[in-house]
């Protein structure tokens, strides 16, 4: 089995397969319904596709990582449907913003450091694209401005605040964050005059270790022996 998608048909109530055996999660439907963005698992690494919205129609490919493991997670489409907001996992530890345009494929990292940066949405203005992001040390919500290139703060909490969610009218944002009660949802109102420059990202984390692909010697392939994985 693998993991695929599957689109619920109103009216109808029916089940439509969209991919057959694509290994794919984080989907996310362009503005004009025509389109779903995901990332699409590979041999040990997943890239960003893109699919027509019928059945077992061909994933396009747009995006895969030089890296051996690089991964790609939480595709979020802009309003106008020309770019696609990604978090990628790539080679030294690093997890970042990635956007890419739908046409020209050229991408923009809207952060490049060793912060955990993820859950990317867009105001509905596509204006900002907001996401969460450790680098102070604390996980809190920041946006990264198109027309000026700033990195700002938009939630300064002590307990971590993660995945924004934009209201449709662009006026409140929602958001997980961890209490003594374990993680609830928060909500606020979205106001970029309120919001304030971010802090550089400050790297104390210890230097990545780079483990050999030979390093440990996998046996070559056997027949399966299912009597091995009775015993306690």
């Given amino acids: 089995q693998f993991q695929d998608l599957l689109r619920w048909v109103p009216g109808t109530g029916e089940i439509e397969r969209l991919t057959r055996g694509a290994r794919a999660r984080d989907p996310s439907v362009s503005p004009d319904g025509r389109e779903v963005a995901f990332s699409m698992n590979g041999p040990s690494r997943s890239g960003l ?5 019928r059945p077992e129609a061909t994933p396009e490919l747009l995006w895969q990582g030089p890296g051996r493991y690089d991964q790609v997670y939480q595709p979020s489409w802009s309003p106008d449907g ?13 997890r970042d913003i990635l956007v ?6 050229a991408v923009v990292a809207i952060t490049d450091d060793r912060a955990l940066d993820g859950s990317p949405v867009w105001t509905p203005d596509g204006r900002y694209v907001l996401f969460d992001s450790d680098r102070s040390g604390i996980s809190n919500i920041l946006a990264y401005d198109w027309q000026t290139g700033a990195t700002l703060t938009v939630t300064d909490v002590i ?13 409140r944002l929602a958001y997980q964050a961890f209490t003594g009660k374990g993680f609830d949802l ?13 802090a550089p990202y400050l790297d ?11 390093e440990v010697v996998v046996t070559a392939p056997r027949a399966y022996r299912p009597l091995e994985s009775l015993a306690p």
Avoid: C, H, K, N
């Fill in 49 to 53: 596709a893109v699919i027509p919205m």
């Fill in 82 to 94: 020309r770019r696609i907001a990604f978090s990628a996992w790539r080679a030294g530890g690093w």
């Fill in 100 to 105: 890419i345009d739908r046409e020209t494929r």
């Fill in 159 to 171: 307990g971590g605040a993660y995945e924004p969610a934009i209201s449709p009218d662009g006026t």
């Fill in 186 to 198: 928060f909500e606020m109102a979205l106001d970029p005059q309120a919001w304030r420059p971010a």
């Fill in 204 to 214: 104390d984390r210890p230097d990545p270790t780079v483990v050999p692909d030979d």
